[in-house]
């Protein structure tokens, strides 16, 4: 499995632009829909998918979705678990990826039945904008209070519910069906039936709250 920089590029400029999927009471995370991710330094003119607060190059990996994985390909010195990678690599649930000397991530796969992956920092820098963590789209991802979920929302304590709400591609677009989510409210409309992800996108239920907005 090979990748080269002149291939990232032509992804990346064909991939949508990031959006930022905002929950009340919950935080903030990116939704990176694309083959490829870019990761790099938060600096100014510097336009990358995902950018990190810290010492970085300004392009300093490639993430590739292929088939149900994701492979980063390093730009700069990386490491996996401490191990110091030079080629594409396959990552695994749970592993760390170190960029440079200090900024560290963690990849972590929920659940075994969705390639969506999150990418969130363990080093004590920062994303730009502000995130809670990174949300690598495959082809549906699950907003909710189980373990398993992609994004984890603990209802408020004395309060118990189980709904949640499941994102799922549709052709080109990204589509959303509440699951057990009472009084739904879509951009102010009462709904019940699957909505399309817009950005300005706003959300109301009595499970979640939450809007989707670009980055």
Known sequence: M??????SNRLKK????????????????????????SIGQA???????????GELSRRACFVHRTGGDHVVEPIQSMKIDGRSIDRPAILT???VLTLGERVQLRYQRPTLLSSTA??????QHRWQPILNAALLLGESCVVGPEEQAHVVC??????????????????????CRAID?????????????????K??????????CWSLQNQ
């Open 43 to 53: 600096a100014p003119g510097n336009v990358v998918d995902l950018a990190i607060r």
């Open 2 to 7: 090979r990748f080269s920089t002149l291939t």
């Open 118 to 123: 999150r990418l969130e920092l363990v080093s």
């Open 93 to 95: 649930d749970g592993c």
């Open 154 to 175: 603990l209802p408020p304590r004395g309060i118990s519910w189980g709904g949640k709400f499941l994102f799922f591609r549709r052709g080109n677009e990204w589509m």
């Open 181 to 197: 989510c009472q009084n739904l409210v879509v951009d102010g409309i009462p709904t019940s039936a699957p909505f399309l992800l």
């Open 199 to 208: 950005p300005g996108l706003r959300v109301q239920s009595d499970v979640a």
């Open 14 to 37: 064909s991939m949508p632009t990031t959006k930022v999927l905002w929950i009340d009471g919950v935080g903030s995370y990116a939704m990176c829909d694309g083959s490829s991710i």
